[in-house]
Each structure stands twice: as C-alpha cells, then as structure tokens.
C-alpha cells in the first residue's frame, strides 16, 4: 500500500537549468502557460467580422466578464484595465486545475537516484505555486491603490494620526489586514487543491473504479470554484485599493459607485479573515 501512494507536500526536483533548481511543478507550469498561449494563437488567428459560433462564444464570454468588471469598479477605463489580468489569473489557475485529471500525472515518471520522480506535479498544490500567485494579485492590488491614489492618499487609510488614536488602530488593522492577503490567498488555493488530490488518490487505492468517478467530477467542480474565487477576490480587493480613505472629497461619490458592485462584501469578509 505504502508504494501504491505517492503523496508529497513539496515538489521534487527533476534537473537544473543554468543552475536553477527545476521541478516537476515548473515542469507542469510551463505545460499549462504553453498551452494557454497556444490556445490564445489559434482562436485569435481564426478571427473574423462575421463571428462563427467559437468566436461568437467567446465574444459573449468577454462581454459578459467585461460588464461584471465595469460593473465593480464603477468605471469602464479601470475595467479596461483589469479585465486582462482577471481574465489571465481566472484562465491560468482553472487550467491548472483541470490538468490534474489528464492520465500523465503520477504514471510518466524519471529515476532520480534510488527513487522513481513523477515528471509531472499538480501545480497549485504545491504551497510555492500558489504563493507566487499570492504574490503577483498582492502587489498588483497595492500598485492599483498607489497609482490610483497616490503614495500619500493611499498611505492613509494605513497611517492615519488625524483620528487619533481609534484612527491610528483602525489604519493598523487596515494593514495587518492586507499583509494576511498573502496568507488566506496562497493557503485557500492550496488546501482546497492539495485535499482534493490527496482524497482521490486514497479514494483511488482503496475503492478503485466506481467511487473516484462522482469524487473526480466534485473535484472539477472545486477546481473552477477555487479559479473563480481567487480572481473574484483580486478583482474586489483591486477595487477596495482604489477607493478613497475615509473622510476625503470623494469618499461618498465612490461609495456611491460601489453600492451595485457584486463583490464587495465578500472582499471585506474574506479580508477580515
């Protein structure tokens, strides 16, 4: 039984390159960016005035994921904007996801020293992968809030001395709140997938053929829900960030913009954790 599962935390090192460590994670992540790229060429070549029904499909999706983008932000040059990276955050994650399930997991394997290495390692439940992207939405998050803002207007919703000292606490919590990003994004991502692998795979030994079919369509599932819940996320704490501090000229005009904005209380919920 022992050799029938193969469960890691980390991932394993296949070779080096230029004297960078290479392992079958990296392996996996530059699988999916390929085929995302190729996926990308052979859509946007085939494009036409008079859209055919794959065209037309993706035409519909872009306008539907625009909109709800417009939608948050309130403003259609920031959907603009950010309906790129939303976009390339949802698709790269999802795809990773999905590529669990292909049969080169686990199977196609290379012999490292006295052990046999898969080639190939579920992307986001390797804690690395998934702080990385941690990592990108968070500094995108603050570079969104100083650009936006400011350094100084931006600086104050985190270093505010003007309310005293229940303003000071609040701009603190602000802060701590938004280091704990790094956390419950990376984590979240990590557990969900992480769990669901391991599940399956003991599911796979003990009750092989029938019970990991209904188990593997749960996972999808998991694996698009987790994709949408990380870029929601980022398109809700990116709107947060752009917000004026509380107390200045345009507070109210933007609160006002967010009352229809779908996602906001699930930011501050999620933020708050």
């Given at each position: 039984?022992?050799?029938?599962?193969?469960?890691?935390?980390?991932?394993?090192?296949?070779?080096?390159?230029?004297?960078?460590?290479?392992?079958?994670?990296?392996?996996?992540?530059?699988?999916?960016?390929?085929?995302?790229?190729?996926s990308?060429?052979?859509?946007?070549?085939?494009?036409?005035?008079?859209?055919g029904?794959?065209?037309?499909?993706?035409?519909?999706?872009?306008?539907?994921?625009?909109?709800?983008?417009?939608?948050?932000?309130?403003?259609?040059?920031?959907?603009?904007?950010?309906?790129?990276?939303?976009?390339?955050?949802?698709?790269?994650?999802?795809?990773?996801?999905?590529?669990?399930?292909?049969?080169i997991?686990?199977?196609?394997?290379?012999?490292?020293?006295?052990?046999?290495?898969?080639?190939?390692?579920?992307?986001?439940?390797?804690?690395?992968?998934?702080?990385?992207?941690?990592?990108?939405?968070?500094?995108?998050?603050?570079?969104?809030g100083?650009?936006?803002?400011?350094?100084?207007?931006?600086?104050?919703?985190?270093?505010?001395?003007?309310?005293?000292?229940?303003?000071f606490?609040?701009?603190?919590?602000?802060?701590?709140?938004?280091?704990?990003?790094?956390?419950?994004?990376?984590?979240?991502?990590?557990?969900?997938?992480?769990?669901?692998?391991?599940?399956?795979?003991?599911?796979?030994?003990?009750?092989?053929?029938?019970?990991?079919?209904?188990?593997?369509?749960?996972?999808?599932?998991?694996?698009?829900?987790?994709?949408?819940?990380?870029?929601?996320?980022?398109?809700?704490?990116?709107?947060?960030?752009?917000?004026?501090?509380?107390?200045?000229?345009?507070?109210?005009?933007?609160?006002?913009?967010?009352?229809?904005?779908?996602?906001s209380?699930?930011?501050?919920?999620?933020?708050?954790?």
């Amino acid at each position: 039984m022992q050799e029938g599962l193969h469960i890691t935390l980390a991932s394993e090192r296949l070779f080096q390159l230029w004297g960078f460590p290479i392992t079958n994670s990296i392996l996996t992540t530059w699988l999916v960016m390929a085929v995302l790229l190729l996926s990308a060429f052979l859509v946007g070549r085939r494009l036409s005035a008079v859209p055919g029904k794959v065209q037309n499909l993706f035409e519909m999706l872009y306008e539907y994921l625009f909109n709800y983008v417009e939608e948050t932000l309130g403003d259609k040059k920031m959907a603009k904007r950010y309906v790129p990276f939303v976009t390339t955050i949802f698709l790269f994650i999802l795809t990773a996801n999905l590529f669990h399930f292909l049969p080169i997991f686990k199977t196609i394997t290379i012999e490292r020293g006295d052990t046999m290495v898969p080639l190939f390692h579920n992307v986001n439940s390797d804690l690395n992968s998934t702080l990385a992207l941690a990592l990108i939405s968070f500094f995108v998050i603050e570079l969104s809030g100083i650009l936006t803002l400011g350094v100084l207007k931006y600086g104050s919703k985190f270093v505010n001395f003007r309310g005293g000292f229940m303003g000071f606490a609040v701009g603190l919590l602000e802060l701590i709140g938004n280091l704990a990003r790094l956390v419950s994004f990376s984590f979240r991502l990590f557990g969900a997938i992480f769990a669901g692998e391991v599940l399956l795979m003991v599911i796979g030994l003990f009750l092989p053929y029938v019970v990991p079919v209904p188990l593997m369509a749960f996972e999808v599932f998991i694996g698009v829900l987790q994709a949408a819940i990380f870029a929601i996320l980022t398109l809700a704490f990116i709107k947060i960030a752009i917000e004026e501090p509380h107390g200045s000229e345009g507070h109210h005009k933007v609160e006002g913009q967010a009352q229809g904005a779908p996602v906001s209380t699930l930011a501050s919920s999620q933020g708050a954790h």
